[in-house]
């Protein structure tokens, strides 16, 4: 929470039944305070202020929860409805990380409510070994072809971009899936529209493997400063990208277990 006060204030409207008030204000609020301030109330009540949040913002929290005994508690008091409405918001890698920490009963329940695509990638997340790359990547990217003008790509990144991690790095591939380079939304933005994406891609592309430690793979990140890593297969094939902010949660986790 910023101030102290604060906590105190949202305590008092849980404790007054104010949840019109309530809701409003954490609508305005961060989703990592949201879930602090879910952290410091009991089951039930977390369970009552959670159901006031917005759809897109209550996946948010989900994933910024620290407990996973309090996540576990949501996803058994949530119908099947508002459970695949999270999970619908919820970027796939938020979701395997989830499923990592239950038990098998709720696992179920998740991929039972997950649509065809999405349990079809989270089981294939699922199979890469704890602490590679693979586990912790999401396969949520902008991918483009050579072939393709800036007009063709920008319609793809907006057509498509949306349910996307992170849009600020677009990666190229060819027929068969295979790395060829990457563009920035820069790059993109500021060339003209009929050039063509395979004449202005970045063909010096540094990627990690699926079977990479994921520490190394963090390390990358941080070294060279990127957003995000691309993850390719024995072959050279894209399968998914580790963004920023998995990497810092892989580095943090890597210094308090040396602690």
Known sequence: MQEKYELEQLMELVQTKQFRKLRSILMEMNEVDVAEFLDELGPEETIL???????????????????????????????????????????????????????????SRILRNS?????????????????????????????LKATMTVEDALKRIRRTGPDKETINICYVIDEGRHLLGYLSIRTILLSEEDDVVGDI???????????????????????????????????????????????????????????
């Open 201 to 259: 891609m970045d063909t010096h592309v540094i990627s990690a493997n699926t079977l990479d430690d994921q520490e190394d793979v963090a390390q990358t990140l941080n070294k060279y400063d990127f957003l995000a890593l691309p993850i390719v297969d024995t072959e050279n094939r894209l399968v998914g990208i580790v963004t920023v902010d998995d990497a810092m949660d892989v580095l943090q986790e890597e210094v308090t277990e040396d602690i």
């Open 115 to 143: 649509d065809p695509a999405s349990r079809s990638q989270i089981n294939q997340l699922l199979n890469y070994p704890k602490d590679s790359a693979g586990s912790i990547m999401t396969t949520e990217y902008v991918d």
């Open 49 to 107: 202020v959670f159901r006031l949040l917005p759809k897109e913002q209550a996946a948010e929290v989900f994933a910024e929860l620290e407990d996973s005994d309090d996540q576990e508690r949501l996803i058994n008091a949530l119908n099947d409805k508002e459970l695949r409405e999270v999970l619908d918001e919820l970027y796939l890698d938020d979701t395997v990380d989830v499923i990592e920490d239950m038990p098998a009963n709720v696992v």
